[in-house]
């Protein structure tokens, strides 16, 4: 299970116009969601409803874990929720860095699974994502 607080800063270094240095990373992670709404919806609306989130976990228990992992790299990647500064986006990056075993720029399951846990409360304390995998 994962939450989320707003950790979003108030006055951003590069200015609310800038472009996020995350922005290919943002746009991965917004495909892969389309992909899990895209298979969980049932009646084609392109939405993902409450009871079709229910059939789809009882039916395949490993979704709540691709979620939850979802879930995390959204919220570190979020620029409205992290802020947009230079200083923020290089926090990011160093938690990235020193979790990202596979290199591809963001956390898988089993690299949130390794994570000990002052590195979790790190999480926690500076961008308000509890992980619990």
Do not use: C, W, Y
Request: proline share 2%.
């Amino acid at each position: 299970m994962v939450s989320v607080e707003n950790k979003g800063e108030e006055e951003d270094d590069i200015g609310p116009q800038a472009p996020s240095r995350h922005k290919a990373i943002q746009d991965q992670l917004q495909a892969e969601l389309d992909r899990v709404v895209a298979e969980v919806d049932e009646n084609g609306d392109g939405l993902m409803s409450t009871a079709e989130l229910k059939e789809a976990l009882e039916a395949h228990p490993e979704l709540k874990e691709k979620l939850n992992v979802l879930a995390v790299n959204i919220a570190l990647f979020d620029d409205d929720r992290i802020g947009n500064s230079k200083e923020a986006q290089e926090r990011v990056d160093a938690i990235v860095e020193a979790l990202d075993q596979d290199g591809d720029g963001m956390l898988n399951l089993e690299e949130l699974k390794a994570a000990n846990s002052s590195v979790k409360r790190r999480i926690s304390t500076e961008f308000g994502i509890n992980i619990n995998v």
